[in-house]
């Protein structure tokens, strides 16, 4: 079943690591994070480790391993960044348009009586 | 307490008191004169008032003359449409009026129909939202009274309102011939002028404009121009100037307007437009001073106020675009996809802001889920894909995401696409993992509930790596939950041809063979053990089938035959009770009472608190007619089982239980006595006594039943179930308040014990009652109020 996780992130390795480097930052982390201290970090760096420590386990987490996008580099040529820097004939109009009877609904005002 | 009831009797008695108890409740109800609305027709007048009478005679002939008086307004049209109109019932105004008109032809009528079809138009064009109807309504207004400006006016207004300014602009001027001082008309039509780009100044409209609103409009012209006017206009007052001379100074580059645009921008008197406008100028400002936070904050709030020019659009893009190309140099990827779509949203074109997007939500989405957060993650890569991602590695995280999700259907189909689209030279998965790849493949489809591709791709993976056992039995595995028994049982003699030995191919093949034929079974099974002894599944599954072989050689009689079955599947289960039970009774048929006992002895051994263990010995000691043994069963049960029980003692419920089978076997006598032993047992504890209580309601035997509820409650006052039942009994007796009281004390014991079935028990029955009298109280039958009992409940 797949382990979601980096446990290559979780010990602070590279995916390509030795056998040797695995181990040897499974113990300067536990040393950081000791069971009777931290239980809940060292069940986190175990479970990691047990994930990594045989070459035959390590193959199969390889294969269900998140995988990094690739990186990303700024283009080369600086973009031209406009803004237009005029007021909007659009908004001065309805601007213009808010300030008389168009914004109105209520026009009881212009009713007249009716005489018969 | 209670008569001998069944459901039907029941019902009967609870109509009977129950229709005294409402009795009593209507007599209350009409004291207090509420009765008048439930039940007023059933009961009736006694007595007729004279002055009552009176009264009625008099309204009777206000009511005729009012009548008489609006027949004949009805006849005519005028006093109709007048009365319509007045009452703002403009469609049957015009209606009468035009028919009025049709009848005699009349200025005043003319002018009466215009005012209405103007009102109706202005009510439909801008309260009811039929804008065609209400241009329709007016047109018509001004076309019936060509000279009245305020018509012309209202129908320019309409078409200006909706674009069509050609139109409007023929009314406005229509309106202005009629009446040259009409300010208003002028304004608007100057305005639509404006607005079609025209010269102003030789205009009639403009002419008509007192000098001030001249000079305001000069003002807006120079915005429009983009030329920033000379000289102020309007008081400072109003706020259309306000705003005109604000962003005149602002275009003129004075930074000493910012305040006066701020407090535009946030006046809630100002119309939205007005301030969505100054929010915008704002920005610009913020933008010349290089402050990009604040001009994005401003151009938002003129967004939110309803602005929404392609410039507004275009600058609040390229403003999310530079600081998302900053964010993603920062490494913030989760803030930089933010940002980034925000700009895509505002301009969705450009295949540089595309690419842009798909880099922030593929790096977004690794970032979320290195920190755990896979639903997150998931939505970036699915924005990634839908960009036009599509490489393994997407999709393989796309998987993982899914799969943390647990949408195993999806994920498997990834999965799948990602098996297919390994990378074939130097980084080429070995076969072995390949396989392994399509075993996961496999796993998700069966966890998605999808069998029969699970089955396809362990066949994929059995193909990769032939000699994997593991996948092999996981394909049995699948082949067995899809019903191909032929099919598992070929896998798996497949891996058992390679390993003979091979412990979880056998005990597939032997659970296999157990659904066809039980004898094929065997074999197998003991070869599991022989393979490994301690295998618990193939010692139950052997002793189950000696077990069943035994009990078939004892119903033919051949009872030396069965016992030795038995023995055998004792070697594999020594602990099961049971089969020292078969032996015993086989022992009973052979008349060796003395060996019976003994195997029944060691029955008791393995598990002497289980009563069931003695129930079962005490009813083979029946069915072989042996009361006596039966006897000495229970007198072992009291010895070694009774202590151990909760009361001290054998409770009434085993008794009660033996007395059932002895019933069904039709041992009457024997059920008797056991019945008498239960009420024994039960004396002086509740929960027995409530217990021999059920046991009689479920006979029927209601009086008995009641004595024995009544006992619990003496012995325990706050016992629930006692409670419960002692109130049903008040509450058929009609007696509610009792009823109730014992329901409450019920529910409140049912509370303390965390007893969910008496809660809910208590509940039903309570509200069961209550409909039946509300029901009988609003005059239902009582055969339609009985019906809310529900006959599982009682």
């Known amino acids: ?24 930052a499974y113990f300067r982390q536990v040393r950081e994070h000791p069971p009777e201290t931290d239980p809940e970090g060292f069940k986190t760096l175990r479970a990691a480790y047990e994930q990594l420590r045989n070459a035959e386990q390590r193959a199969e987490t390889d294969l269900y391993l998140l995988l990094a996008p690739p990186p990303w580099e700024p283009p080369r040529q600086r973009r031209l960044v406009h803004f237009e820097q005029s007021l ?19 026009f009881r005002d212009d009713y007249q009586a009716v005489r018969l | ?103 005699k032809p009349s200025a005043q009528v ?55 300014l050609d139109a409007a602009l023929a009314a406005y001027r229509l309106a202005l011939e009629a009446d040259p001082s009409f300010v208003r008309a002028a304004e608007l039509a100057v305005l639509a002028l404006l607005e079609q780009g025209q010269n102003l100044v ?24 983009g030329r920033p006017p000379a000289g102020q206009a309007g008081s400072p007052t109003d706020g259309r100037a306000r705003l005109w001379r604000a962003l005149a100074a602002f275009q003129s580059g004075d930074e000493g307007v910012r305040e006066a645009l701020l407090s535009i921008a946030q006046d809630g008197d100002e119309p939205a437009a007005a301030r969505a406008l100054a929010a915008y100028a704002l920005g610009l400002d913020a933008l010349r001073r290089e402050r990009q936070e604040e001009a994005l904050s401003q151009w938002e709030a003129a967004q939110r ?59 977004a989405g690794y970032a979320e889920a290195q920190a755990g957060r896979w639903p997150q993650a998931l939505t970036h890569w ?41 990378p074939r030279k130097a980084d080429a998965p070995t076969r072995q993992q390949v396989a392994m790849l399509w075993g996961h493949v496999a796993e998700c489809y069966r966890r998605a509930g999808d069998v029969e591709e699970a089955v396809t791709t362990l066949r994929n993976a059995v193909k990769n790596d032939p000699d994997n056992t593991d996948l092999r039995l996981e394909l049995a595995d699948a082949l ?54 301690h295998y618990l599944e193939a010692r139950e599954r052997l002793a189950e089938l000696l077990e069943r072989e035994g009990d078939l050689l004892a119903r033919t009689g051949k009872s030396g035959e069965a016992l030795e079955r038995y023995h055998e599947a004792l070697t594999y289960m020594p602990e099961e009770p049971y089969l020292y039970l078969a032996c015993a009774d086989c022992y009973l048929g052979q008349g060796d009472t003395e060996t019976a006992r003994q195997e029944m002895e060691r029955a008791f051994a393995q598990q002497p608190d289980d009563l069931d263990v003695y129930h079962s010995a005490v009813d083979l000691c029946h069915v072989r007619d042996r009361s006596e043994e039966g006897e000495w069963v229970i007198a072992r049960a009291e010895t070694l089982a009774g202590p151990r029980q909760p009361q001290g003692r054998l409770p009434a419920g085993f008794y009660l239980d033996l007395a059932e089978c002895c019933f069904k076997r039709r041992q009457a006598e024997i059920g008797d006595d056991y019945v008498q032993r239960a009420e024994r047992a039960a004396e002086g504890d509740a929960d027995g006594l409530v217990t021999v209580g059920v046991y009689y309601l479920d006979r029927d035997q209601e009086s008995q039943a009641t004595a024995f509820f009544d006992q619990a409650l003496r012995v325990d006052p706050a016992h629930g179930w006692a409670n419960y039942h002692v109130g049903l009994s008040y509450a058929v007796a009609a007696e509610m308040r009792e009823a109730n009281r014992h329901w409450r004390q019920a529910r409140r014991a049912a509370r303390q014990t965390g007893d969910q079935e008496l809660l809910e028990a208590v509940e039903s029955i309570r509200g069961q009652f209550q409909r039946m009298i509300t029901m009988l109280e609003r005059g239902a039958s009582f055969e339609d109020a009985v019906e809310v009992f529900d006959d599982e409940a009682w």
């Open chain 1, 1 to 24: 079943m797949t382990k979601p996780g980096d446990p290559y992130a979780v010990l602070g390795l590279k995916r390509g690591s030795s056998h040797d480097e695995i181990r040897r």
């Open chain 2, 480 to 533: 067995v939950a899809d019903d191909r028994w032929d099919a598992a049982d070929n896998e798996l003699g497949r891996i058992l041809k390679k390993e003979p030995e091979n412990v979880g191919a056998l005990v597939r093949l032997a659970r296999i063979a157990e659904m066809g034929c039980y004898t094929r079974a065997k074999p197998i099974w003991c070869k599991v053990l022989a393979l490994d002894p």
């Open chain 2, 382 to 422: 699915e924005k990634t894909r839908d960009l036009g991602e599509n490489s393994r590695e997407l999709l393989q995280n796309l998987a993982l995401a899914y799969e943390n999700g647990g949408r195993f259907g999806e994920a498997a189909d990834l999965w799948r696409q990602v098996v297919r689209r390994q």
């Open chain 1, 88 to 106: 909007p004939r659009q908004g001065i109009l309805a601007a213009a348009r808010a300030f008389t009877d168009l914004a109105r609904g209520d």
């Open chain 2, 1 to 103: 307490m209670l008569p001998k009831l069944g459901l039907e009797y029941l019902r009967l008695l609870t109509f009977f008191a129950l229709r005294g108890y409402c009795k009593s409740r209507v007599k209350s109800l009409r004291a207090s004169k509420l009765i008048c609305g439930l039940g007023c027709s059933r009961i009736g007048r006694d007595t007729v008032n004279p002055r009552e009478d009176q009264v009625v005679a008099k309204k009777k002939s206000r009511s005729q003359r009012a009548k008489a008086k609006a027949r004949q307004a009805a006849a005519n049209p005028l006093v109709r449409g007048q009365q319509a109109f007045h009452q703002g019932d403009y469609d049957v105004a015009i209606a009468a009026w035009e028919q009025a008109l049709g009848e």
């Open chain 2, 202 to 225: 030789q205009t009639a409209a403009w002419h008509a404009l007192p000098p001030d609103r001249q000079a305001e409009l000069r003002l807006l012209v120079g915005l429009l121009g």
């Open chain 2, 110 to 164: 003319t002018a009466a129909l215009a005012e209405v079809h103007f009102r109706r138009g202005l009510t439909r064009f801008h309260r009811d939202g039929q804008r065609p109807a209400g241009l329709s309504d007016l047109a018509k207004a001004a076309k019936l009274v060509a000279g009245e400006p305020r018509y012309a006016y209202h129908l320019g207004l309409t078409h200006h309102y909706q674009g069509n």
């Open chain 2, 305 to 363: 106020l309803g602005l929404n020019t392609p410039s507004l659009r275009g600058n609040l893009c390229e403003l999310c675009w530079a600081r998302a190309e900053a964010a993603m140099a920062a490494g913030q990827w989760i803030d930089a996809a933010s940002l980034v779509d925000a700009a895509r949203s505002l301009a969705p074109s450009g295949r540089d802001l595309a690419e842009l997007a798909l880099a922030a939500h593929w790096h």
